[in-house]
Each structure stands twice: as C-alpha cells, then as structure tokens.
C-alpha cells in the first residue's frame, strides 16, 4: 500500500449553474458558501497541501469568496467541460497527485477521500464507481494523464472516461466505497432547486 504523501485539492467551479438558476458556489450552506465548504472538507480529508480552484474565466475567479492561499486557475481549454477543467486542475498542481471534486458536493466523505489516498501504487488514477459508473470527478489523479487527457481534448473528445482507456486505471467497486460512505453521500450533488432542498434537509 502506498500513500500519497502530497495532495493538491483541485475544485472544479467553471460551471454555469444554469438548472439552478444562480450560482451554486456561492449558495450559502451550513453558515457559509457552497464552495467554502467543499474545499474545506476536501482538504482535510486527504491533508492537501495545496489549493487550486479551476473557473472559466478571471472574472469567474474573482467572484468567488476564496482565501489568500487558493490559487485561481483559468480553463486552458475553454468550453470543455470538466475533462478540461481536470486538465487545467491537474496542470496547475505542484503536487503529483491532485484529489479532484465538483464545487457542488457538499457531503465529502474524509474516511471514503482518505481511503482513495491509500491506493495510488502502480496507478495513474483512482476513480470510485457507483450504480456501474465512474465518478470521475470525485477521483484522484496524477499528473502522468496530462497528455492523454490533452489528446482527447485536441480530437474534442470530451466525455471523461475516454481517456481511461490510456492510463494505469484503478476503478473502486461501489461495495468498497460503501464501506466507508454507507448511504453513498458523497456523491451528491447540487444542480436544480430540490437537489439544494434535499441538501439542506439532510444538513
């Protein structure tokens, strides 16, 4: 077993949040913004040394309530998607490995993240599967995928499992995660108004 010693938390907020109608990173939740506290949660699950935040634009970036530390990484592939945002996450790291996340998951599991962190030997990514599908973005990455994920996004192919297919993968059947996330929590997330109600009743 070998685990990763440094960890960058890459947060992927280059959406538009159009189903929900205004901008989910900002939505406040538990006493503050959406985002705030999924970096947190992220971070101290796997003790990330680093914090990059991918968004589509400058503005983006400084509409967003971050502190000092976080650095602000601006899509190099602008308009796709979160196989470009993983890129530009995954570019920006000063770490190897970098745990990527959605803005929009506010239930994070630290036991399920720190587990994922146990299994980076001999891999590229690890990436939980859940009702037979990856979660790639609730999965680690190393910086080794960079040039297969740039040549899916130089053909504009974006769906993210594509570039599985080129690297060292690690899938976590979904009986393994749900030893450490029962109700599977951790991959919820928020896109429209009852998914943000269904939220902040189980908050």
């Known amino acids: 077993m070998n685990i990763a010693s440094q960890i960058t938390a890459v947060v992927l907020a280059g959406g538009r949040s159009r189903r929900l109608g205004r901008d989910k990173a900002l939505e406040p939740f538990g006493g503050e913004p959406l985002i705030r506290r999924v970096i947190g949660r992220a971070v101290d699950a ?28 601006t899509d190099v592939y602008p ?6 945002g993983i890129y530009t996450g995954l570019n920006a790291a000063q770490t190897d490995w970098s745990l990527v996340v959605a803005c929009d998951m506010p239930f994070l599991s630290a036991p399920l993240l720190s587990h994922l962190a ?10 939980p599967e859940v009702g037979g599908r990856p979660e790639p973005t609730h999965a680690l990455y190393s910086r080794r995928c960079l040039p297969a994920i740039e040549g899916r996004l130089r053909a504009n192919e974006l769906k993210i499992a594509g570039f599985f297919d080129d690297i060292a993968l690690r899938l976590v059947p979904e009986s393994a995660v749900r030893e450490f996330d029962p109700e599977l929590r951790s991959f919820f997330n928020i896109n429209r108004p009852d998914d943000l109600a269904a939220a902040l009743e189980l908050v």
């Open 46 to 73: 796997v003790d990330a040394v680093d914090v990059v935040v991918v968004v589509a634009d400058a503005a983006r970036g400084a509409a967003l309530p971050l502190d000092a530390a976080h650095r602000v990484a």
């Open 118 to 127: 146990t299994l980076t030997d001999g891999v590229d990514a690890i990436v």
């Open 79 to 84: 308009d796709s998607g979160s196989l470009g």
